[in-house]
């Protein structure tokens, strides 16, 4: 017997996520028709992706803790007014994503002031704040 399909993504009781290489419908959208169904996340890892930017939505993860972004050389920047959402973020890890590194370096960075209000921030390993 098969149940029926909806189209509706049940709520999913998730603390940590991890996208790697192309994660499908993940990689670009966290939020399938603008419905937020992460409410719980806490951990968000960004690997290898073969995208330009970052999954839109994200700004949506309230209770996102950390993002760990690693080896994404094709992102290019987090979008616009994504970050100041996340009033929960506690840190920021960014290695080997040679755009973000340096449109995020500490007080010199063109994008600086996007992230400057994390409390944590990592690039290449080493803490910039």
Same mark, same amino acid.
């Given at each position: 017997?098969? $149940? ?20 499908? $419908? ?22 290898? $992706?073969? %995208? ?51 449109? %995020? ?10 992230? $400057? ?13």
């Amino acid at each position: 017997m098969s $149940s029926p399909t909806s189209s509706h993504l049940p709520f999913l009781q998730v603390e940590e996520l991890i996208l790697k290489w192309d994660a499908g $419908s993940f990689s670009k959208s966290l939020l399938p028709n603008n419905h937020m169904f992460l409410p719980k996340l806490k951990l968000l890892r960004v690997r290898k $992706s073969p %995208y330009s930017s970052l999954p839109k939505g994200l700004g949506q993860l309230t209770s996102l803790e950390i993002l760990d972004i690693r080896t994404c050389s094709k992102i290019k920047s987090i979008p616009e007014g994504e970050l100041q959402h996340l009033t929960a973020l506690r840190e920021l890890m960014i290695m080997r994503c040679s755009a973000l590194s340096q449109r %995020y370096q500490k007080e010199i960075g063109e994008d600086w002031s996007k992230i $400057s209000h994390i409390p944590n921030i990592f690039i290449d390993g080493e803490k910039i704040k």
